[in-house]
């Protein structure tokens, strides 16, 4: 396998630039190795602010990206240091950006454990990464061919009900039988 290098164009937000001189530190670190798949996002907030338990609050990254082509987008996850230990999540995981994003990125960060946790100025809050993506076009067709296989999460609607293999299964459940399933 090899990898391939995207070449991200960005710019810093004057928040982040005064937070740079106040901090001492580059405001986007290149990455630790040449192939890191994502760049650790700051959050650009002046003071600390709190999280409160079971909420959500939105954190700039002072951050403003231009993707190279249509078939880049970006992608912002949860980091895993902050999930461990702070139990703050990236509530949309992954936020996708495409090509014609040009506005600052924001997280949405929550608090899933039972405290109230703080955010720091400049404090590293998720990760930023780029993937290429093919451009989809759409044909439409009279019905879908069958197929045999389930891959991922359509293995639990399989198991709902028990249809011999010659019938063509239906993907349209009620609560209550998805809820019979999911408590067996």
Not at 10 to 26: F, H, P, R, V
Not at 54 to 61: E, F, K, L, M, Q
């Amino acid at each position: 396998m090899f990898y391939q290098s995207c070449n991200l164009k960005y710019e810093i937000s004057s928040n982040a630039q005064d937070l740079e001189k106040m901090l001492g530190t580059s405001w986007m670190l290149s990455s630790e190795l040449p192939f890191d798949p994502y760049i650790k996002l700051r959050a650009c907030i002046h003071k600390n602010e709190s999280i409160k338990k079971n909420s959500t609050v939105y954190c700039p990254t002072g951050i403003y990206i231009e993707l190279p082509s249509p078939n880049f987008r970006a992608e912002v996850t949860t980091l895993s240091d902050l999930a461990y230990e702070k139990n703050l999540v990236v509530l949309d995981s992954p936020s996708i950006y495409d090509y014609t994003h040009r506005n600052e990125i924001y997280v949405m960060l929550r608090n899933l454990g039972d405290e109230e946790m703080f955010l720091f100025p400049g404090e590293f809050i998720a990760a930023l990464s780029v993937k290429r993506v093919e451009i989809t076009t759409l044909q439409p067709i009279y019905q879908v061919e069958p197929s045999g296989y389930s891959f991922g999460s359509q293995k639990w609607i399989q198991k709902l009900k028990d249809v011999e293999k010659t019938e063509q299964e239906s993907t349209e459940y009620s609560r209550s039988d998805i809820k019979k399933y999911l408590d067996a």
